[in-house]
């Protein structure tokens, strides 16, 4: 340690319990509406990031007195809980009995739609609160200097847990949510009208957000970014503490803020006459935490094993080959991306646009892969998309080798990394294995963020270009297009060979599977490889069409968007990724071009997809193809029918 105290010690740790409460109030509301509706509610964070602005503008105007400063702070938190209430009722109410993934997708597009709202309301700066009255000086601990309003967060996380116990446990609302948690079914049985008390739970989850947000504003800015960022921290308190557990959230975010208080505080120690320094885990302390936990007790500290259950996604109808029209309009597709740079002098952009959509088919084939076939949904699939783009990028540099080679090589690094990561996500399902794989991708970007040495930190790699042989033309292109298409075949072969079959019969009944001597948890490994040996390529092929690399290629964002372009196209069809990808790709580019606020316009867009193409697009397709061929099947039976009569 390098000059630490004891006296300074208890004062981050009390530091740490600061942080715990506003980390609380937050995951309790966002482990209530998961208790209840069973939604992964990505916007909660959003709901966090307008408490703290509408607390902004309410203190500003009348927070002058302590009395204003509170009242406002209560007001907004409010607010917000009006706000939940709102988006249940407008939208959620309608997808409840979607699938999971496809609930997350819609939460997902209104981070977008909140996000750009924000900026129309308040603007892109960054806006700092007026101190709470009373409150804006400091007080002595132990000879050292504390903030006074830090005092006021750590009784407030003690006390609204008080408050949230005798709701849940002494009136008969909160008896009904716990009723609610358990069985719903059997609730709505009983004659209890479900909506509202979704309704209810929502409004108080979302206000408990707004409430942690308002209580921040004396402490941080209000900024557009909080919303992505603290939603990560949040998921992770919720999956440790347990997944509907109010007071297991207290504790794993006790837990998690301790230790990153204790990051800060030790600082660096020696050992062997090495320097060794704690505080870049203060980035990726609580995925750490959270990859232990789930580990060595799935369900979280305080959870409850019933949660979880292997094998529950839903059996879905068998895989058909496509039929002769649709490989005819795949030829046709084909023929028609060989034959665009022949329109490069009317089209300039068309090639740069279209190696950007290749390398999203790729990569959201390959994510569809485990997550269709195998069941295994992710949250952290980025990470062998970067491996991928990193390992070229160092094999290039670092290791000197060409860039064909490096090529080569990169997939196998990110299949290296998906061996060792889907050791342990296999033996999960679900929330968790999806969890776990995000604390993975956090893992491997920290360490890509903080290695400056090697990955050039924030900063990244440049000077990845294509060998001079693919330079010229068209070249680099037609190889991007190459490879994704055997890419995308190979995929596809996988899925109607006997390991595919065991594929989709572990995603279905891992029991059955069992009892016919499949090793259901080998078969998902060897497909979570597979699946990032593809994702890996993805990320070399990106890396050397832009020349560069940075950290953003394995961010959490990165993911979603893996996430959404799999959803957009359908998860139960294998065209699915390939048109989720062009659509979401083209759109993004497109949309940006087009206004400042393009956020909210493809937040917009995809609810709009969501709700009227619950199945994906390609989804709605095959539904509405396989509903003219049933009309054209009963017309000709009819007709034989009526000829038969006839006779």
């Known amino acids: 340690m390098t000059g630490l105290s004891l006296n300074a010690l208890i004062v981050q740790l009390l530091n740490g319990l600061a942080e715990a409460s506003t980390l609380f109030l937050v995951a309790a509301g966002l482990s209530l509406i998961f208790g209840v509706t069973r939604i992964v509610n990505f916007a909660h964070g959003s709901l966090y990031m ?34 939940g209430a709102l988006v249940e009722i407008a939208l959620l109410r309608r997808i409840y009995r979607a699938p999971e993934l496809f609930q997350l997708l819609a939460t997902f597009a209104l981070v977008l739609v909140i996000n750009d709202a924000v900026l129309a309301i308040w603007g892109p700066e960054d806006l700092l609160g007026r101190r709470a009255p009373g409150l804006g000086g400091a007080v002595s601990i132990l000879g050292r200097q504390f903030p006074a309003y830090s005092l006021v967060l750590i009784a407030l996380g003690p006390i609204v847990l008080g408050l949230l116990w005798l709701l ?12 609610a948690t358990q069985d719903r079914e059997m609730l709505g049985a009983l004659g209890v009208n479900q909506a509202w008390l979704f309704t209810g739970v929502f409004a108080l989850g979302a206000a408990l957000a707004g409430l942690g947000g308002a209580v921040q504003l004396p402490r941080e800015p209000a900024s557009l970014g909080l ?18 557990s109010i007071p297991g959230a207290y504790v794993a975010a006790l837990l998690i803020a301790e230790i990153k208080a204790l990051c800060i505080a030790i600082g660096s120690f020696s050992i062997a006459g ?3 320094s704690l505080a870049p885990l203060t980035l990726v302390a609580e995925f750490l935490v959270m990859a232990i936990v789930l580990a060595v007790r799935p369900w979280g500290l305080l959870g409850r094993p019933a949660v979880l259950a292997r094998g529950a ?6 895989l058909r080959p496509s039929s002769r029209g649709l490989r005819w309009f795949a030829a046709g597709i084909l023929a028609l991306l060989i034959l665009t740079p022949l329109l490069g002098d009317r089209f300039p952009y068309a090639t740069v646009l279209l190696t950007d959509i290749l390398t999203a088919v790729l990569f959201a084939a390959s994510l569809h892969f485990i997550m269709g076939p195998a069941g295994m949904h992710s949250f952290g699939h980025a990470a062998y998309f970067g491996l991928g783009a990193y390992g070229a990028a160092l094999l290039l540099k670092s290791a000197s080798l060409p860039m064909e080679a490096a090529l080569l090589g990169a997939p196998l690094v990110a299949a290296l990394g998906a061996l060792v990561f889907g050791w342990f996500c296999v033996r999960l399902s679900g929330v968790y294995l999806a969890m776990l794989t995000l604390a993975f991708s956090q893992i491997v970007w920290s360490v890509v963020f903080q290695w400056d040495g090697l990955t050039g930190g924030s900063n990244g790699i440049t000077g990845l270009w294509p060998a001079p042989w693919l330079s010229a033309g068209y070249a680099y292109y037609y190889l991007t297009l190459a490879l994704t298409v055997i890419g995308v075949l190979l995929l596809r072969r996988v899925l109607y060979s006997p390991f595919g079959y065991a594929m989709r019969a572990g995603r279905d009944s891992v029991l059955r599977s069992d009892a016919i001597g499949l090793d259901v948890r080998r078969v998902q490994w060897a497909a979570f490889v597979v699946a990032g040996l593809f994702a890996g390529l993805a990320g070399a092929l990106y890396a050397f069409s832009k020349g560069s690399i940075a950290p953003d290629v394995m961010s959490v964002g990165k993911s979603v968007d893996g996430l959404v372009m799999v959803l957009l196209g359908g998860i139960q069809t294998l065209a699915g990724p390939i048109v989720g990808a062009t659509a979401y790709t083209w759109l993004q580019d497109n949309v940006m071009r087009a206004t400042d606020y393009w956020r909210a316009l493809l937040g917009g867009v995809i609810l709009l997809l969501v709700l009227a193409f619950p199945q994906g697009i390609a989804g709605y397709l095959r539904v509405v193809g396989d509903r003219l061929r049933g009309r054209r099947a009963a017309n000709r039976a009819a007709d034989t029918g009526s000829y038969g009569s006839s006779a």
């Open 50 to 83: 307008v408490g703290l602005y509408v607390a902004y503008s309410l203190t500003e105007r009348y927070g002058a007195t302590a009395l204003g400063f509170w009242g406002s702070v209560v007001l907004a938190a409010a607010v917000i809980g009006i706000l």
């Open 274 to 276: 090495m320097e060794v």
């Open 227 to 244: 919303d992505l960022r603290i939603i990560g921290d949040a998921f992770v308190v919720v999956v440790v503490g347990g997944m509907g």
């Open 313 to 318: 996604a839903p059996i879905e109808a068998p």
């Open 168 to 179: 849940l446990t002494r009136t008969r609302w909160g008896t009904l949510v716990r009723a």
